[in-house]
């Protein structure tokens, strides 16, 4: 029966901190650099594929 008692406690303790994990704010330092000019090529020409 102790056996069943702490295999029950130590599940509920994983499930607990997944939750919070999932809902807590995130903890990612990156900067925020906004949306990015295009600067690649425009292609002119449609070019037909053959496959």
Known sequence: MMKLT???NEMGQFLTEAI???????DQDYP???VQPFT???RRKAV???Y
């Open 48 to 50: 037909k594929a053959d």
């Open 32 to 34: 925020e650099i906004g």
């Open 40 to 42: 690649g090529d425009l």
């Open 6 to 8: 702490k295999m029950l």
């Open 20 to 26: 919070g994990r999932i809902f807590m704010p995130t």
